[in-house]
């Protein structure tokens, strides 16, 4: 009788092991395989062909909030956002006040770039609007817009957005508003330091490994891919810079958004670009406290006089 209770309490002692084994190890495998499950549950479009129609959605959703100064843009946003225009740089917090700021009419958005870099969608397109920032009217002429957005906690959020729409005379950026994680800045520091260099001192092999395919970015010339940058950094000439104030740098998922404002003067075919203080964002794919990185997304407020 005492070994065959002694043998049951063994069994059941040992089923229980088991059973919390196995849950302990189900558990294990859930957090191993999240990202790749975060990333694969994304509802990217089954062709090509259909991501123009994705990315121009997007931007509408996001533009009507704006206009409409609804507070639940913040949806639409990563908590490491940041947003890039004339004025600077702007976090979540910082966005959101500028909304609620601001006046806006409805926009017209056209010419809408789509395209996928990894987890990432990155669209750029021109945005044609009437706004009021600051109390200064800008121009309602079209600007580029470039906005990077990511399938994040079951929705589409966007990680950054970078705006030309300035006045026809750029004044001096304000001084960044918001604070951000110190080794977080540091990586930040390094990677667009690198990037920026590289480009300035026509490193063009360098340069060139460390644009990603499928990158779009904005300047003074409209919205530009890869090759439109591999091409300026062949033709440009460096005048003065290049330097940097106000790095500010930000983690959404595998991507570091970095701001400064960026003083150089550059020479780029018949065009200069002043060395006067400009706003700069560029989006990086990398892992936390990795150098290795690949751009996905830049937007440059500098232009010509």
Do not use: Y
């Amino acid at each position: 009788m005492t070994l065959n209770r002694g043998r049951m309490l063994i069994g059941v002692v040992s089923a229980m092991a088991l059973a919390l084994l196995s849950r302990v190890s189900v558990a294990a495998s859930a957090f191993d395989d999240a990202p790749s499950r975060s990333i694969q549950a994304a509802p990217w479009p089954a062709s090509q062909a259909q991501l123009p129609a994705l990315g121009e959605s997007l931007m509408k959703s996001w533009f009507a909030k704006v206009a409409a100064r609804d507070a639940t843009a913040e949806q639409l946003m990563q908590p490491g956002f940041q947003s890039l225009d004339f004025r600077g740089a702007l976090n979540r917090a910082g966005t959101l006040a500028a909304i609620s700021s601001s006046t806006r009419k409805s926009s017209r958005i056209s010419d809408v770039i789509t395209t996928r870099v990894g987890d990432a969608l990155v669209v750029t397109c021109l945005v044609q609007c009437d706004v009021t920032l600051d109390g200064v009217k800008l121009p309602a002429d079209s600007a580029p817009c470039m906005a990077v957005w990511q399938w994040a906690d079951g929705a589409w959020r966007m990680a950054a957005l970078g705006s030309l729409h300035m006045p026809a005379v750029r004044p001096a950026p304000s001084a960044t508003g918001f604070v951000d994680e110190e080794a977080m800045r540091a990586q930040g520091v390094t990677l667009i330091t690198a990037f920026i260099t590289a480009q300035s001192n026509q490193e063009l092999a360098k340069f060139g490994a460390m644009l990603a395919d499928g990158l779009q970015s904005v300047n003074f010339k409209g919205q530009k891919v890869r090759a439109d940058l591999v091409k300026g950094a062949e033709n440009a000439k460096t005048t003065q810079g290049p330097s940097f104030t106000d790095i500010r740098a930000t983690r959404c998922g595998n991507l570091m958004v970095v701001t400064c404002v960026l003083t150089q003067g550059l020479k780029i075919g018949w065009s200069t670009l002043p060395a006067d203080p400009a706003p700069l964002m560029v989006v990086f794919e990398c892992a936390p406290g990795e150098v290795q990185s690949k751009v996905i997304a830049t937007a440059n407020t500098n232009k010509p006089k």
